[in-house]
């Protein structure tokens, strides 16, 4: 595939400066970031990254192009394309963009939200052709997010409407450079926080108040906790789920495989040490969003133990490879950076009742 030769690729620091996430904080100095390390970490879980291990990476949203062949992503409202091909970065000459994700046609169209005051409640989307040019569709709506293909010329999102009382977030398709979006999905009563839908499957599902309902031909299927995002596979057995874990260290350890316990107990001491010697502002611990899969064949939650992250998606529709903004590996944080690899073997192991890389958590149903 074409993202493999996007590997080790930096963003420059000093592009980077400004305000901080902890996770960078982490990155920028809390702990030393081991190239070495990360990549024996990232090679033991076939992990492929599009950016340096040790760079700032401090990206916000992200998006392949449909064929994978070019990776947008936005630095504080400014809008950038990598070519997996020459391995260059252009610059969009566009205004300030959302830090929200946006998405791709399959024709290659890039479709992102710009920037928004919540005062004028409007926001405009703008679409760019792989020729370099450039329409945009201002909308009657704001806070546009969840961005999705529908089908060859339209996308789906969510966003709040201007007008009508009370305003509540709902969801709409948009035909490419269009100014007129549809509502849909107008049987989904409970509020919205975030919303996903795969076509080919026919598989909808919707987050509110950290509740998520999964939906098939407007019928519930189940329901669970402790969630932020779910994104459904196109092969309609699998949706991911994006989780709060338990807390973990922002001292990264090193890698324990082939350590004696002697060893071990060394380094845990030694990040003990580290985050005593942290200012008294600084948090010593965060919970990281973890990934977790239900398979719809047995209606079974399962936690993914080998990473974590956010923006999680699903790579193609071909296969189980899927992409998310890596925060870390091993239960271990790393340097933000865009993770690529396959959960096809881990998925396997679901169904032989063999769990490597993999936790059992509850089987799901309605509530």
Known sequence: MLWLSLLFLSCDREMLYGRRKLIQNIAQGLSDCSENQLSFLLQKYNIQTAFSYCGSNNFDGFSWSYDGSQLYFSLYGNSYILNGQTKAISALPAPPVSAVKPTWLSSGILAVPLKFEESKQSQTI???????????SALSLYSIQDLQRWGEKEILFTAISSEGSPQK??????EYGK???QEVFSFIKEDIDTLSYHPKANLLTVV????????KDET?????DNVKRMIPHSGGEYIALESVGEPISIIIMPDTTGMSQEEIDRAKRKQAQEEAELP??????????EIH??????MTRYRMLFFFGRNFEWYTD???YCSMTLEGVGRQSINPNVGLFSLRYHLGSLRLDKFDGVEKIEVVGTK
């Not at 509110?208 to 939906?215: I, L, P, Q, R």
């Open 126 to 136: 703008l679409w760019y052709r792989s020729d370099g040019t450039m329409t945009e």
């Open 169 to 174: 977030r709902k969801a709409y398709r948009l």
């Open 179 to 181: 100014d007129t979006p």
């Open 208 to 215: 509110s108040n950290d509740k998520g309902s999964a939906y």
């Open 220 to 224: 519930l299927l189940f329901q669970v």
């Open 280 to 289: 008294d502002w600084m948090p010593r611990t965060y919970k990281p969003n």
């Open 293 to 298: 899969i239900v398979d719809l064949k047995n």
């Open 318 to 320: 071909n296969d189980y």
